[in-house]
């Protein structure tokens, strides 16, 4: 799954993407202003969250906060504010804003990985379904879920080499029923942040020109639920929900 961190201090930007690495989230898409987070957000899939220093030259964290907001393409998206504790007003206006948390400087590791894991247990419905909850309804084995992941990556990676190495442009109907067969996949496998990205792409004109980058999105989310299935990774805390996380879904 990718994760933004945007900070103009490198000490700061190396030590959050740690931070977030070490949470088992291995793509981390890093900038140094909040312009070219912006710039960024607006051509691109999202991430799954973005964490941002306050303080910034060219745009802050907040008057990317309030672009964030305001764009009903992207205003969904999980935002964490990196604050110090002189920055009250500046928490104050982002509250306001929608702002999903922050973390106050100077922090621990570990006061810092609890933050966020408080944040992503009420965000998690949205990005994608329990493993757990995807066995039981599909009624399959951790392997054979593990073994459907894998497939889909090789699904996926077909897509991603005929479009690295086809120098005409791709037939977009064919294209279309490519990045179609993807997104009904993504339900399928519980992938929920995924399946609303691809949805998207689907409706952009220039579609071929940032397949790559929504692709690897998704390849990205499918080793993060591997990961897991697996036991490398501990499971982020989630939020009390209903036993079916899939709610009305049309599956």
Known sequence: MQIMVVD????????????FQKMGFSEVIEFKDGQMAWDYLRVNPLPVLCCCDVRMPIMSGIDLLRKVRSDSAISSLAFVLVTSGQDRDTVSA????????????????????????????????????????????????????????DAFKVQIDKLLTLSQ????????????????????????????????????????????????????????????????ISGHLEMTPTADVPESETGNRNI
């Open 94 to 149: 982002a509250v306001s804003l929608g702002v999903s948390g922050y973390i106050v400087k100077p922090f621990t590791t570990d006061d810092a990985v609890h933050k966020i894991e408080d944040i992503l247990s009420t965000q998690w419905q949205k990005i994608a379904e329990r493993p757990e909850s995807t066995l039981k309804r599909l009624s399959i084995t951790a392997p054979k879920l593990v073994s459907y992941f």
């Open 8 to 19: 103009d201090d490198d000490v700061s930007l190396f030590a959050l993407s740690s931070l």
């Open 165 to 228: 190495f086809t120098s005409e442009a791709l037939d977009i109907p064919g294209l279309n029923t490519q990045i179609s067969a993807i997104h009904k996949g993504c339900l399928t496998l519980g992938l929920w942040h995924c399946r609303e990205q691809l949805g998207l792409l689907l409706k952009r004109s220039d579609k071929q020109a940032c397949l790559e980058n929504y692709l690897l999105a998704v390849i990205s989310t499918v080793n993060y639920q591997i990961a897991l």
